[in-house]
Every structure is written in structure tokens, then in C-alpha cells.
């Protein structure tokens, strides 16, 4: 199975702090990722898939970037809004694997 | 608008099989490229991929369970249902429906069914 370790585990923003979540592949994926948030209580939502593309109706303060092994959702300018779980996840191989989290709070 | 709601007992006990239902509205499970998945999260844990079913009836499933899982879909009622047998305490989560792309990533995720499994 490829491994997708996400860094780091938590941590806290300003409102208005630009803010970057890593999401490093065991094995090289192209460009095969996919980002999502979950807000507590809630179901996830995709905010990014094939590395870079914006999901319809997700902020565009969200962008996500990278290829093969490494890659990074970065949020330009923290908002209440955005305090919540964010995953990383793989479709470039069966079994479709996650991240284990990062958890984003408001400072 | 596409919607997924998932249902299910709820809780069950050890050994027993789980059965559980998602109901598709707004979009079709027979549309090319178009799949739909189950994932299941422990309560306060990360997220793990179990299992898809793809609009020619493909169907690909999590190794680690795979012995265990059956998917399968009604495409006249727009259902898709999981099946999970022998439970344990470890398959206490809440299950998602999803609507899987083409190129493997959820867009659509139902509001998930709790499932506890005690005895």
C-alpha cells in the first residue's frame, strides 16, 4: 500500500496567516491527490483533486501544488471558517489511501 | 443537486454481518466514469478506503478487509449497498457513502451512519 504521511499534526493560525500542510507519498503518484476538509461534526469535502484543481465552490484562497512524491495544500490568508480537519488522499493505486490529518485551529 | 444518505442498524454484535444502504439523488450510478465508494472513520481517527463500485460494475476493495466486504449496486433505484461480515469491535465507525470520479477521488460524500458494534 503507499503510505501518505501528512505534517504537521496540528497547528494554529492568525486570521489572515498564510498557512501550508504537507502530504509527503511512499512512492511516486504523479499527480494523483486529492485534499479535503472536514469541520467537526461533518462529513469531508473535497477542496482539491489532481494535485492543483480547485473543487467548484471551494474558496479560492485554497491551492494545492506539487507531483511524484511531495505535495502541499496551502491556505492564503486564515479564516474562521477553515478551522478543521484537513486529509490528504492518494488515487493513483488500489487501495485508495489517507493521510492521518492535520488539525487546523484558530489562534 | 447530488445527495447520498447512508443507512444502517445502527448496532450489532459481534460476528454478526453488517448490512448497510446508500441512496444516490441527483446523479446516476450507471453514468460513465462515475463509481461510488464507502469509507469508514473511528471516532476521532483518520479515514480508511474500503471498497468501490464503478458504472460498468466494476469492483475494487480494501485488502485488509477484503475477505470480508461485498459491494453492489441497484442502478434501477440508484442504491448501493456494503456488506461486511464477521464484525468486531474494530469496525465501530462512521461509514461514508461517496460518489467516486473517474480518477479516483470522492466529490460527494453522504452525512455518514454511526455503526457500533458491542456485545
Known amino acids: 500500500d503507499i503510505q501518505m504521511t501528512q505534517s504537521p499534526a496540528s497547528l494554529s493560525a492568525s486570521l489572515g496567516e498564510t498557512v501550508s500542510i504537507e502530504c509527503l507519498a511512499s512512492?511516486?503518484?504523479?499527480?494523483?491527490l486529492a485534499w479535503y476538509q472536514q469541520k467537526s461534526g461533518k462529513s469531508p469535502q473535497l477542496l482539491i483533486y489532481?494535485?492543483?484543481r480547485l473543487q467548484d465552490g471551494v474558496p479560492s484562497r485554497f491551492s494545492g501544488s506539487g507531483s511524484g512524491t511531495r505535495f502541499s495544500l496551502k491556505i492564503s490568508g486564515m479564516q474562521p471558517e477553515d478551522e478543521a480537519d484537513y486529509f490528504c488522499?492518494?488515487?493513483?493505486?488500489?487501495?485508495?489511501?489517507f493521510g492521518a490529518g492535520t488539525k487546523l485551529e484558530l489562534k | 443537486q447530488v445527495t447520498l444518505k447512508e443507512s444502517g442498524p445502527g448496532k450489532l454484535q459481534p460476528s454478526q454481518t453488517l448490512s448497510l444502504t446508500c441512496t444516490f439523488s441527483g446523479s446516476s450510478l450507471s453514468t460513465y466514469g462515475l463509481g461510488v465508494g464507502w469509507i469508514r472513520q473511528p471516532s476521532g481517527k483518520g479515514l480508511e478506503w474500503l471498497t468501490n463500485?464503478?458504472?460498468?460494475?466494476?469492483?475494487y476493495y480494501n485488502p485488509s478487509l477484503k475477505s470480508r466486504l461485498t459491494i453492489s449496486k441497484d442502478t434501477s433505484n440508484n442504491q448501493a449497498f456494503l456488506k461486511i461480515t464477521n464484525v468486531d469491535t474494530a469496525d465501530t465507525a462512521t461509514y461514508y457513502c461517496v460518489r467516486s470520479q473517474y480518477y479516483g477521488y470522492f466529490d460527494y460524500w453522504g452525512q455518514g451512519v454511526m455503526v457500533t458494534v458491542s456485545s
Open positions: 488522499q492518494q488515487d493513483y493505486k488500489y487501495p485508495y489511501t
Open positions: 489532481a494535485a492543483s
Open positions: 512512492e511516486g503518484i504523479s499527480n494523483d
Open positions: 463500485i464503478w458504472w460498468d460494475d466494476d469492483k
